[in-house]
């Protein structure tokens, strides 16, 4: 049974930095890309980060700059690492291979104050 779990996020001002964690099981982790996803209220859920199983990333055009994504494929965990956060970023922050497969975690709440 494929399984994320995140964690990391909460409550920062603008201009703060946060830190979130991804445990896969489930998956042939070190074969897939992963990708870190968000859903705003009132969004839909969108493509934040992605990291090929080389470590080759990419971002979304306002993460570009700001946030960083990693993997440790001995933890089976992904990481994003956010830095000049923005209210904007506001959102649930979830994990997921890319493409996304059909299971979801909890996800994080992350909450950027003005």
């Known amino acids: 049974q494929v399984q994320f779990v995140e964690s990391g996020g909460g409550l920062v001002q603008s201009g703060g930095s946060l830190g979130l964690s991804c445990a896969a099981s489930?998956?042939?982790?070190?074969?897939?890309?992963m990708g870190w996803y968000r859903q705003a209220p009132g969004k839909q859920r969108e493509l934040v980060a992605r990291?090929?199983?080389?470590?080759?990333?990419n971002y979304e055009d306002s993460a570009k700059g700001r946030f960083f994504i990693s993997r440790d494929n001995a933890k089976n965990t992904v990481y994003l690492q956010m830095n000049s956060l923005k209210p904007e970023d506001t959102a649930v922050y979830y994990c997921n291979t890319h493409p996304s497969g059909d299971s979801w975690g909890q996800g994080t709440q992350v909450t950027v104050s003005a």
């Open positions: 489930g998956v042939n982790f070190r074969f897939y890309s």
């Open positions: 990291i090929r199983p080389g470590s080759a990333t």
